[in-house]
């Protein structure tokens, strides 16, 4: 009960600080902008206000909420409400250009970026910006361009930065920095799970823990961890899998089958090393 009680006040008190900077005047709102604390939504354009305006406290939807005109959900995602900060949650999609709070649908959720908070969706988070520190939990998909923070879903993905705890069948990272990918082995079924960090120009891709049947990082400093396969082009640390494959490294690695394709014994079973 304490750490519920703990969880609720470090997520209300942002909140509560940040409504209390919201304009309460109208001569308080900078001009050609709206704000206002209830927002509904039945479906594009059945909705109240309906107009683009920041939503300061809920958003409330039955089909789509965020949207002002259907034309707006065929050009980009998240070109919704301009901020909601607060509740949004709709029966199908939401969508809002910023968001700092909670997002709840039993579809998809929607935003161009979350500074702060948490999209729980029956199938996809979407951020099509960053997101500052936040958790993503969808059955299917969630994807943000870089962000801090977790996601769980089926499929994880971060085009470029990514800082915290990705879980699931299949984690994608542009680059992993300080970073976990994690799946899981059932004691009955095998999950199949790809854990892949691709090459990012001028950057070490992934520092920290990956585990899975299958890790394959271009740059890795930290411990792969697979139950088949791991492979890097330049590692450093410890593989320890059934196959470990590494065109360079600075480090061990454990399991039936090792090579280091730069080293001068570039094959060894059991251990291989190189420094």
Known sequence: ????????????????????SAPVRADDVP???LYTPLHLSIYPPLELPNENCHVYGLSLGVVLVGLHTIEEHGRYLGEGSDTVIGLQICG???????LRGLQVSSFANNARAMPWGLQVAGVLNYIGGDMGCGLQVAAGWNRCESGAGLQLAVLNEADKEFAGLQAGLFNF??????????????PLIVIILINYVCSS????????LQVGLVNKAS???????????????????LQLGLINTADSMAGFQVGLVNIIKESSVPFLPLINAHF
């Not at 009960?1 to 209390?20: Q, Y």
């Not at 199908?92 to 910023?98: R, Y």
């Not at 120009?201 to 920290?208: E, F, K, N, T």
């Not at 740059?219 to 396969?229: A, E, K, N, R, S």
Request: proline residues 3%; hydrophobic residues 45%; charged residues 15%.
């Open 31 to 33: 001009a050609g902008e």
């Open 173 to 186: 990272g542009g680059n992993l920095s300080e970073s976990v990918q994690f799946g899981g082995l059932n």
């Open 219 to 237: 740059d890795m400093y930290g411990i792969q961890c697979g139950l088949l396969w791991n492979h890097a082009k330049c590692a450093g640390g």
């Open 201 to 208: 120009p001028g950057v070490d891709d992934m520092r920290g």
């Open 1 to 20: 009960m304490s750490r519920c009680v703990v969880a609720l006040v470090a997520f209300v008190m942002p909140l509560l600080a940040t409504l209390g």
């Open 92 to 98: 199908l999609m939401t969508f809002a250009k910023e």
